[in-house]
Nanobody, 129 residues
Framework: QLVESGGGLVQPGGSLRLACAAS????????IGWFRQVPGKSREGVSC??????????HYADSVNGRFIISRDSATNTLYLLMNSVKPENTAVYYC??????????????????????WGEGTQDTVTS
């Protein structure tokens, strides 16, 4: 199970940290990522990370590269997304997901995990002044 937290209201230029707590499995054993969705659009990848035993590589969507940071805490079995210098267009419901290793990290963010993989319920982030 994955449970997201940390969403809320933030002003443009501000920062927000999302957390995704895993239970029932080890995040280290999975490729993981953050995804977002706005009404009327498909869910898209924001940032993804390989399994700990694999490359551990990270990938970021071009629109967030240099502003967002994905990280994993093995001790607490939690995935994080630090969102810096947020913009109104970053407003969305953010989801975390995990899939068994096998694909390169970029592929996970582009061709997002399917419904058979592990998904959280999402957390709403709203960037507004």
């Amino acid at each position: 199970q994955l449970v997201e937290s940390g969403g809320g209201l933030v002003q443009p230029g501000g920062s927000l940290r999302l957390a995704c707590a895993a239970s029932g499995f080890r995040l280290d054993d999975y490729a993981i990522g953050w995804f977002r969705q706005v009404p009327g659009k498909s869910r898209e990848g924001v940032s993804c990370m390989g399994s700990e035993d694999g490359s551990g590589d990270t990938h970021y969507a071009d629109s967030v590269n240099g502003r967002f940071i994905i990280s994993r805490d093995s001790a607490t079995n939690t995935l994080y997304l630090l969102m810096n210098s947020v913009k109104p267009e970053n407003t969305a419901v953010y989801y975390c997901a995990a899939e068994l290793p096998g694909r390169i990290v970029q592929a996970i963010c582009v061709d997002i995990p399917n419904e058979k993989d592990i998904w959280g319920e999402g957390t709403q982030d709203t960037v507004t002044s």
